[in-house]
């Protein structure tokens, strides 16, 4: 699985915006981007995903690179329940069956 | 609906005990993962089944660790003989179909060998 390369961590003030990046330079063009999230003392939890175009859902929005080397999660509205580490992960549409997570981006938000 | 749940949520083992960790995924999932992640780290694949067949267990660290799935439902993670190493949170996810669908992950058993 391709790598991806993401900040140690972020911070943000609670109800503005947060764009998470992440460097993918070696996607290839089967690679799916997934973006999980895990809060303190759970599961990882699914956000989004997406291949080429940018995609929305209720939780997030995902901003794909024209070039598919990068991508950024924007989480619109940030509230204390954010709070997490997000991790961006590459999947092979034919072969991408396993999660190989890295070590995320610490997202803190302060009040 | 019903998430993953996973079983017990804590364990504690003396060292060269054998533990069995549940996982029962989602009704009607196909696919089982069990994922292993250490204090401060990101989850590790150990092995993936499709229905009762385990396709994958390229991420299980020895020959101590055993999964099965034996009715394609419900699995169990077996570790025989454990070690200090073995300490960590085990992570079960299942996910409707194959390949690129969203996996759902269950609570994680936190394992603690002393």
């Known amino acids: 699985d391709a790598k991806t390369t993401q900040p140690n961590s972020m911070e943000s003030n609670e109800e503005e915006p947060v764009h998470l990046p992440c460097n993918h330079s070696?996607?290839?063009?089967?690679?799916?981007i997934h973006w999980y999230r895990q809060l303190p003392s759970q599961g990882p939890e699914y956000v989004i995903h997406?291949?080429?175009s940018n995609v929305n859902n209720r939780m997030a929005s995902l901003a794909i690179a024209e070039d598919r080397k990068s991508s950024t999660l924007i989480l619109h509205r940030a509230t204390l329940r954010d709070a997490a580490v997000y991790y961006c992960i590459l999947r092979d549409v034919e072969y991408g069956n396993k999660l190989v997570f890295g070590a995320g981006t610490i997202l803190r938000v302060k009040s | 609906g019903a998430g993953v749940s996973q079983s017990p949520r804590y364990k504690v083992a003396k060292r060269g005990q054998d533990v069995a960790l549940r996982c029962d995924p989602i009704?009607?999932?196909?696919?089982l993962f069990w994922y292993q992640q250490a204090l401060g780290q990101g989850p590790e694949f150990l092995t993936y089944f499709q229905n009762e067949a385990q396709l994958d267990k390229s991420g299980l660290p020895s020959d101590r660790f055993f999964a099965e799935r034996p009715e394609g439902s419900v699995s169990t993670l077996k570790i025989q003989r454990t070690q200090q190493e073995d300490s960590a949170v085990y992570l079960c996810a299942s996910s409707l179909r194959v390949r690129v669908d969203e996996q759902y992950f269950g609570p994680g058993t936190r394992l603690t060998v002393t």
């Open positions: 009704s009607g999932h196909v696919s």
């Open positions: 070696t996607i290839s063009g089967t690679d799916y």
């Open positions: 997406g291949l080429t």
